[in-house]
């Protein structure tokens, strides 16, 4: 099904839809991302992350996602190893009955699986089964960084891109990234990609590509997709007392992800904002903030309360570090940045059930901070002059329950 450019009626929605660069359609602003579809019950073997957590309640699902393109959404994301690989299995059935015919269906090229040229074929084949599809709209090389990036270029994956495109299994080829601007630049020009994927929010503006590459990007005219628009669900979980107090001093009351979803999609560069719904509840509020959502999405006032909203969660982190991998390895096997990042997000956001959880998982691998021997070799290497070990041991304390 293809949307005209701007608005259009569904189920009682006004939805927003926009160009999708050159390719001569639309599609809705919001996009329902598979990683975090709602579940049975935890995977024991998970430990909170949720690329690992296997058992999915597929009627729910199946609901929410009929349910989401019923009322307009017809852009779907999923990839390999969502939910253990489960996802493109349970998605591709919920596009059974009609429903394929009305999205566009993105999936992802898990590069980390690929150890010769002859994986690239083998795993789109079986993508193609497990969605149950003859072809996949949009085909995400999965979270480049600079090592495997430049490992499946020298594979050939460019040229395996435009074989996968001339055989009619996929239509467009596309990037997602967790690396810094640079790399993401270099990436970009590489190739015609029709589109790239970023992780992008209210704070994380200069996190990975950033709003540079979201504005070179623009630039080059490659559409955006932006994905963690909540930062992993943070920015709309119930907020901090201080931070309440800022959202209350907007003329117009909205919750705590409408703020957030408002601010990436004021960029005239955004395209869709993928959203991780993991009930019928997140999908209706969703649809519901989506309701006509175009720019301007904020006024000169609601920019300056993100702003301060912005400043307050970032002078409540625990630690400055800024995840540069100076510190390690640590010779006692310590994960000293990824524990530093869950003991910012206990700081800062309060609740954090999934830094717990993740955790956990540090402790159960013997790279928790109590494996620490105090030996001083990661502060001499900081070039932030941090007191790792005092934030660590406190890390440990606060992370414990």
């Known amino acids: 099904m293809e949307y005209p450019l701007g608005n259009i009626r569904v189920g009682g929605f006004i939805l927003q839809y926009r160009p999708f660069g050159q390719l001569g359609f639309s599609v809705s602003t919001l996009g329902f991302g598979c990683m975090r579809l709602p579940l049975l019950e935890a995977t024991p073997d998970a430990h909170g992350n949720v690329a690992e957590e296997r058992r999915i309640d597929e009627a729910l699902a199946t609901a929410m996602l009929r349910f989401a393109i019923d009322q307009g959404v017809n852009y779907v994301d999923t990839a390999y190893n969502y939910h253990g690989g489960q996802s493109e299995w349970v998605v591709g059935r919920a596009l059974s009955d009609g429903y394929r015919e009305k999205v566009k269906l993105a999936t992802k090229l898990p590069c980390w699986l690929v150890k010769e040229p002859a994986d690239f074929d083998r795993l789109l084949d079986e993508q193609l089964k497990k969605l149950n599809v003859s072809h996949i709209d949009f085909y995400l090389l999965h979270a480049l960084r600079r090592e495997s990036w430049d490992k499946v270029k020298a594979l050939g994956v460019l040229e395996f891109l435009n074989r996968a495109v001339a055989d009619g299994r996929i239509m467009y080829p596309a990037f997602s990234i967790h690396d810094e601007f640079p790399v993401f630049k270099e990436i970009l020009d590489a190739h015609p990609w029709a589109m790239c994927q970023i992780q992008l929010n209210y704070m994380d503006e200069d996190y990975q590509a950033g709003l540079a590459g979201l504005q070179y990007a623009g630039h080059k005219g490659v559409p955006v997709v932006i994905m963690e628009p909540l930062r992993g669900g943070k920015l709309a ?82 630690i400055g570090c800024t995840q540069c991998g100076y510190c390690m390895p640590c010779p006692a096997n310590v994960s000293i940045p990824h524990i530093l990042d869950l003991y910012n997000d206990y700081a800062m956001f309060g609740s954090a059930e999934g830094a717990f959880l993740t955790y956990k998982a540090l402790v159960a691998r013997g790279r928790d901070a109590a494996q620490c021997v105090e030996c001083g070799k990661c502060e001499d290497a900081c070039p932030q002059q941090l007191q790792i070990v005092r934030a660590l041991r406190e890390a440990h304390t606060a992370l414990q329950k």
């Open 237 to 318: 979980q119930e907020p901090p007392e201080e931070i309440k107090q800022v959202w209350k001093q907007s003329k117009k009351k909205r919750t705590p992800a409408e703020w957030a979803f408002r601010w990436v999609c004021d960029f005239p560069e955004t395209t869709v904002v993928l959203s991780g719904m993991s009930t019928m509840e997140q999908v209706r509020e969703n649809v519901k903030i989506f309701d006509n959502l175009k720019p301007p999405c904020l006024d000169l006032q609601e920019g300056f309360l993100i702003d301060k909203v912005r400043q307050i969660y970032r002078q409540r982190m625990a």
